[in-house]
């Protein structure tokens, strides 16, 4: 395959004329621009090249005995075998590539489209030396093949060949020189050579028309009678040129949406008629299958899938950038190790503004349950690059904010309102545009599901992905179930703080990136405006113009304030109430050296709005025994030791009576597992706060 800069200085002022000359509409153009890509890339122009498969056999160019070639003299009375070298044993080099002419089939039995065919690895002689001898018995004497002859003005070539083939002291010639000329096993190009006129040279297949024409119709015959159908070809319209011609319509496709084997997708379908439906050209249905070698670069397997993620520009693309595609897709090719989201990025960095916005992305989700049934669980022609950077970008402002980092001026010596490690990465602050891409930001959020098992159309991992990469809006309820589903889906009842942490991230970053809906019953659904904590000015400055610690009354506050669905009183009252149950656990946990606390009392697994009006008197009442039991000991608290957050929920509650609450049973848990998380990550001392009666207090300092 030509580099980049190959391509460019080849078709340098052509590549224009080589194009389509149709806009990119659909995922066939893509296909087919990626084929025509490909076939200008390793076979070249001409009328054979999209038939030929020259990169077939790249592994071969330079090595010793790899190219196995029977000589046919047509010059005499009867045609016959090279008298002094009726076999020639060579080295396959860059100058043989096109001479071959090389059209593999790929199917395990059978031979190659082409009279020159491929062997296995490492085949001894013996099996070398027939396939030699099928060159002349098997390939020339093919029905197809011999269909092309009848009709060909050079049609005598193949069947001379055939001739030759039915000769057995022939074939013993060819059998004895083959495995003379070979020093043992090896893998190799096995071909013929014809000399036609007596003063002529010996030509190589690629220069002899008709052996072109017999492996064009070789490769076109599996077209049309692929699977049920005996021969599915008729005059249409072409779905990729817009042109009358014939047509088949079982064409060979990368993601094999049109087969004969998925018959139950097309109820009535007879196969035979498939090109009524699925009309393709004979020569853009082989260009199709061209582009298997970019399509496999532009994909990647997650979750038990295969996302596909393919580059184009809308509209006729300019030379420019099919340039730029090739490059982008070229170096796809060679890299094996990166998600191709990632290399692609990489490849086109800031080309979108370049274009004038005109770069996007087929984006597929895939599951292969067998060889030929493949189940697309989500697409779009209009995912952009944009879209899986902007999440990542949003997720590193919200982890790099004060609600996460200690570091930041507004917690001053305080724990902030979420916790983070550095070996949790989605509370950390790092670069997650990979993690995005590559579906890992779901996996440590989203419900695990049987890795024994395929993934199943509903498998909100694969929906919720393919959305964040073609751009579309999840509806925010659809997040929430499934985080609460991954929370109670743990062997114990211990509170996983940073999964909520990393939840609660995710779920502001996607909101802040515009791809949260908060009705998706709304004919156009209003997209959550999720909070931007690295902006949020505090209440309090220095008198230097500095930034304040908040005290923790601030703290709860800004918190409440900034953080997108606490605006709504019931689900403010279960954060409120989780914070409570977290704080007051912390405290019996770290005072009391309690092994049950009010965390394991009341877990998230049995919150439901019937319990949380018991449980907020409950735990109120914990509070306030704790608090006195503080003052008799001689500490300075003078009031109750978690005022800011009891006053807060008598306040909430008072306004909405939770037996009449409307929020779903996920929402509640949710919101009650990050108040617990904030509660539980709330590490300072009584005494910090403890300066008058308006202070308020935090527990004790516990382990974690």
Known sequence: MLSPEEFYDEYEGELAAKLPE????????????????????????????????????????????????????????????????????????????????HCKYSAAAGIDHSVTHRSGRNS???????????????????DVVQSVADDHPDGDVVRELATVGEDEDALDRIRAAVQTGLGGST??????????????????????????????????????????ATNSAGEATDLVSGERTRTVGTAEDPLNYFLGKQMEKFPGLDPDEAWRSHPISEDGAVTLMNAEEFVDACSYRTFNADVYYFPYFLGRPTPEETANLYAALYRVTQDDDMNPVQALYDEFGDHEAASEGRLRFYVAAVMKHQMSRFDVYGETLNGRIHYP???????????????????????????????????????????????????????????????????????????????????????RNQLVSAYVERLLDRDGDEV??????????????????????????????????????????????????????????????????????????????????????????????????????????????SMTKTKIKRITQEVIDKDVVYSREMAKKGSEI????????????????????????EISTDDLRFY?????????????????DATDDETTHESPETNE
């Open 22 to 101: 149709r806009p990119i509409s659909s995922l066939r153009d893509i296909q087919h621009l990626y084929g025509r890509l490909y076939t200008l890339a390793t076979a070249g122009g001409g009328d054979y090249a999209a038939y030929l498969t020259p990169d077939q056999a790249n592994d071969l160019i330079g090595t010793e005995e790899s190219v196995i070639v029977v000589r046919v003299d047509l010059t005499g009375s009867q045609p016959a075998l090279d008298t002094e070298k009726p076999v020639d044993v060579t080295q396959y080099t860059d100058d043989h590539v096109p001479k071959v002419a």
């Open 124 to 142: 001894d002689p013996e099996k070398l030396a027939r396939y030699a001898c099928e060159r002349l018995t098997k390939w020339a004497t093919d």
């Open 187 to 228: 893998t190799a190009l096995l071909t013929v050579q014809v000399r036609r006129a007596a003063d002529g040279e010996y030509e190589w297949p690629g220069e002899i028309p008709v052996f072109n024409e017999a492996m064009r119709a070789r490769k076109l015959s599996k077209l049309v009678s692929k699977g049920q």
């Open 389 to 475: 950077t902007e999440v990542g970008q949003q997720h590193e402002h919200v982890t790099g904010s004060w609600v996460f980092d200690e570091g930041d001026a507004r917690n001053g010596d305080r724990t902030p309102p979420m916790p983070s490690h550095q070996e949790w990465d989605p509370t950390t602050y790092q670069q997650f545009r990979e993690m995005v891409a590559s579906g890992a930001y779901l996996y440590r959020t989203f419900p695990f599901t049987d890795e024994d098992t395929d993934a199943t159309v509903d498998d909100e991992r694969i929906d919720v992905h393919v959305s964040i990469l073609a751009g579309d809006p999840v509806p």
């Open 496 to 605: 996983p703080e940073l999964l909520i942490a990393s939840q609660f991230a995710q779920l502001c970053a996607l909101g802040n990136a515009g791809l949260v809906t908060t009705d998706p019953s709304e004919t156009e659904p209003t997209r959550l405006d999720g909070p931007d904590y690295d902006t949020m000015e505090p209440e309090h400055a220095r008198t230097d113009g500095g930034t304040a610690a908040l005290d923790r009354t601030e703290k709860l506050e800004s918190f409440i304030e900034q953080t997108d669905g606490l605006d709504d009183p019931e689900r403010k009252g279960a954060f409120l109430l989780g914070t409570l149950v977290g704080q007051v656990g912390t405290y019996q946990q770290g005072y009391h050296d309690r092994s049950t606390t009010v965390i394991d009392q009341y877990p998230i697994k």
């Open 638 to 661: 003078n009031s109750t030791m978690y005022k800011e957050v009891t006053n807060a929920i008598v306040e909430t509650m008072a306004e909405s009576d939770p037996s009449g609450w």
């Open 672 to 688: 009650y597992a990050l108040g617990l998380t904030y509660g539980m990550n709330d590490r300072s001392t009584n005494e910090d």
